[in-house]
């Protein structure tokens, strides 16, 4: 795993017994999940908005700021539902190599 993400994911765990006004994210896993989820929310939109400037001006400075506050308040939201980044990485690691369509058609459905 990325040592950033076990850097990461080791503070992130900390925090949760941490004093709300001691961090941002102890502020944040005092305010519940669904602060947490609005937060994962508010900043995919950013992303997403910061993704079109970028392909209009070619400069990427702002979506990689908003890249990595995504996937920042992405890695709190496990941590709050108790899960590790690896999980995700060891998805990855399943899907590498299979055909994108072939990985989809073999979820199952809701």
Do not use: C
């Not at 947490?36 to 001006?57: C, P, Q, Y």
């Not at 990689?64 to 996937?71: C, K, Q, R, S, V």
């Amino acid at each position: 795993m990325s040592d950033t993400f076990a850097r990461l994911a080791e503070v992130l765990e900390a925090r949760k017994s941490a004093a709300p006004d001691s961090s941002y994210v102890a502020s944040l896993y005092h305010k519940g999940l669904n602060k947490i989820l609005e937060k994962v929310g508010e900043e995919s939109v950013e992303t997403i908005l910061a993704a079109k400037d970028a392909a209009t001006s070619g400069d990427a400075r702002e979506l990689i700021g908003e890249t990595a506050d995504l996937w920042f308040h992405s890695l709190v939201m496990l941590a709050a539902l108790d899960q590790h980044p690896q999980a995700v990485l060891d998805e990855l690691d399943r899907r590498f190599g299979l055909s994108g369509h072939a990985e989809k058609a073999a979820r199952p459905h809701n």
